[in-house]
Nanobody, 118 residues
Framework: QVQLVESGGGLVQAGGSLRLSCAAS????????MGWYCQAPGKQRELVAA????????YADSVKGRFTISRDNAKNTVYYLQMNSLKPEDTGVYYC???????????WGQGTQVTVSS
């Protein structure tokens, strides 16, 4: 129902910044909320940040004050995760995921690798 493509990952030194993008297409009207998840090596995928269709945001405690989730308000076609003051423990594959209305479930992107070196 909704297709998602992430970009912007890469290798960065500790203390650096990256901005991830998630391009959404398809039935955009069905997006109720968008989240960014991180799957670190050997760990479960965890929610890092989320934004609702109304603009409310929430963050994992580990990224509060460092990461910011946002979207292009004009068309809601691109969602961003600005990551500042990166730490080696932020390393992982980052996925965006859209929670959909109408019981359509959740759509996932393919993920983008973020590696933070110490």
């Amino acid at each position: 129902q909704v297709q998602l493509v992430e970009s912007g990952g890469g290798l960065v030194q500790a203390g650096g910044s990256l901005r991830l993008s998630c391009a959404a297409s398809g039935r955009l009207f069905s997006i109720n909320a968008m989240g960014w998840y991180c799957q670190a090596p050997g760990k479960q995928r965890e929610l890092v940040a989320a934004i609702t269709s109304g603009g409310s945001t929430n963050y994992a405690d580990s990224v509060k004050g460092r990461f910011t989730i946002s979207r292009d308000n004009a068309k809601n076609t691109v969602y961003y995760l600005q990551m500042n003051s990166l730490k080696p423990e932020d390393t992982g594959v980052y996925y965006c995921a859209a929670d959909l209305l109408f019981n359509w479930g959740r759509s996932w992107g393919q993920g983008t690798q973020v590696t933070v070196s110490s």
